[in-house]
């Protein structure tokens, strides 16, 4: 039972860019929303977090936008770069939990 | 502060042998969680541990185990390996509630293959 999906295995965006990838999740349960992004050969690094209090999180080129009516949440990377070529997860925790539900990861290609 | 480490970081094993797999958590951080990683699937969750006790489970059979020492670091072991558990398995760390408002951190990973 995947309660977080990632629908689009792969997207590919010419360098600068805007990279759009997309999350949806079924349990409205869930208040806590990291993405991370995965290099080969390598464990995820955290990239940015949002929590259902707020609609919008911004960390540098990196935005997070929850919409908890559609259970959707999008990460946005504006210029893109070709260094951010990676698999992102997205992931989905209850507050009252000890436990991160992800999804499958995107395949994110940033052409020169 | 060094981050989450896992040893070894590759390994080759045969079917029906089994493997311990090692962690050791960000200092000062006192909850581990484990995953597998295969193409195609994800992180799929295997335990979390806090203050050596299993508090969660994920929907692994029960050839996975794991256990957590008093200094945090932690251990999995699979038993009669099977080809199907060639995979990556990353280890993560959290203060105390991974979820909860807190970040988990995660280590490299180590990279088992079933032979």
């Known amino acids: 039972d995947q309660q977080v999906k990632q629908n689009s295995p792969s997207l590919s965006v010419q360098e600068g860019r805007i990279s759009i990838l997309n999350c949806d999740y079924t349990n409205s349960m869930f208040d806590y929303f990291l993405w991370y992004k995965k290099y080969p050969a390598e464990g995820p690094t955290f990239l940015i977090s949002?929590?259902?209090?707020?609609d919008k999180n911004e960390d540098g080129r990196f935005t997070v936008f929850l919409n908890k009516s559609a259970k959707h949440l999008s990460l946005h990377i504006v210029p893109s770069q070709p260094g951010d070529s990676a698999v992102y997860f997205c992931?989905?925790?209850?507050?009252?939990?000890?436990?991160?539900?992800f999804g499958t990861g995107t395949s994110l290609t940033v052409i020169p | 502060k060094a981050g989450v480490t896992q040893t070894p970081r590759y390994l080759i094993k045969t079917r029906g042998q089994q493997v311990t797999l090692s962690c050791s958590p960000i200092?000062?951080?006192?909850?581990v969680s484990w995953y597998q990683q295969t193409p195609g699937q994800g992180l799929q969750f295997l335990f979390e541990y806090f203050s050596e006790t299993q508090r969660n489970k994920g929907n692994f059979p029960g050839r996975f185990s794991g256990r957590q020492f008093s200094n945090s670091r932690s251990e999995m072991n699979v038993s009669t390996l099977e080809l199907g558990d060639s995979a990556l398995y990353l280890c993560?760390?959290?203060?105390?509630?991974?979820?909860?408002?807190?970040?988990?951190?995660f280590g490299p990973g180590t990279r088992l293959l079933v032979l």
């Open positions: 992931a989905a925790s209850k507050l009252a939990g000890n436990q991160f539900y």
């Open positions: 949002i929590s259902s209090i707020k």
């Open positions: 200092s000062g951080h006192r909850s």
């Open positions: 993560a760390s959290s203060s105390h509630n991974p979820g909860a408002g807190e970040t988990q951190y």
